[in-house]
């Protein structure tokens, strides 16, 4: 059965994102990221919020995804986000865009823009 780091090395880059606590000043935590390869991302000093849309779509992924499966193999978990990130961006509801999906509020932005 494939987890969570299994998914994660599927995906084409990963980020780590802290907001720069002495929690996160460890040795150990690096040696994690590099052998996962997982690039650090700090937010701007005393700027917590500037990673915030990002972290918000992470929390969802893996509530939505992460947590829901156990893959038997990695051709099934590529088969499983892809039909989820079709999902997300063309069924999804997201309240932050009126409840629409990311695709159709992009499509309806890009036809107003053009008017």
Request: charged share 25%.
């Amino acid at each position: 059965m494939l987890k969570y780091w299994d998914l994660l090395s599927v995906l084409c880059r990963i980020q780590d994102n802290t907001d720069r606590g002495n929690e996160f000043k460890n040795n150990a935590i690096d040696g994690i990221l590099d052998t996962f390869e997982i690039d650090r991302s700090l937010s701007k000093k005393g700027c917590p919020y500037d990673n915030v849309g990002a972290e918000a779509t992470f929390k969802s992924f893996k509530v939505e995804f992460v947590y829901q499966h156990a893959f038997e193999n990695l051709n099934e978990l590529r088969l499983e986000l892809f039909d989820y990130v079709n999902w997300y961006n063309n069924i999804r509801l997201h309240s932050s865009i009126g409840y629409l999906p990311p695709t159709t509020y992009k499509n309806y932005t890009l036809r107003k823009l053009s008017r």
